[in-house]
Nanobody, 117 residues
Framework: QVQLVQSGGGLVQAGGSLRLSCAPS????????MGWYRQALGNERELVAT???????NYADSVKGRFTITRDIAKNAVYLQMNSLKPEDTAVYYC???????????WGQGTQVTVSS
């Protein structure tokens, strides 16, 4: 079964930077969009950023100007560069791959990002 494998994350002080990476265990055909979501303790999972095959990006208002999503089409990989981190960015971050219908989405295992004040 194909899995999305995440790396990166950890503990950083406010104002610091982290980079998240995600790639599948096997190549996935026809991925339309890849992205990152996060879930803070007690909250619902929310969108952080997405990127299409054509390179169109979408960001949550709370991370605009601080986070950058990029994608390596050949590797099916997606990355999230997080700068100027704030304590409110603390959450478990999940990688997502959305293939063309009717296949279901793929999700990574999640990685903890903790920003201390």
């Amino acid at each position: 079964q194909v899995q999305l494998v995440q790396s990166g994350g950890g503990l950083v002080q406010a104002g610091g930077s982290l980079r998240l990476s995600c790639a599948p265990s096997e190549y996935i055909k026809s991925i339309v969009t890849m992205g990152w979501y996060r879930q803070a303790l007690g909250n619902e999972r929310e969108l952080v950023a997405t990127i299409t095959t054509g390179g169109t990006t979408n960001y949550a208002d709370s991370v605009k100007g601080r986070f950058t999503i990029t994608r390596d089409i050949a590797k099916n990989a997606v990355y999230l560069q997080m700068n100027s981190l704030k304590p409110e960015d603390t959450a478990v971050y999940y990688c997502n791959a959305h293939p063309s219908p009717p296949r279901p989405d793929y999700w990574g295992q999640g990685t903890q990002v903790t920003v201390s004040s």
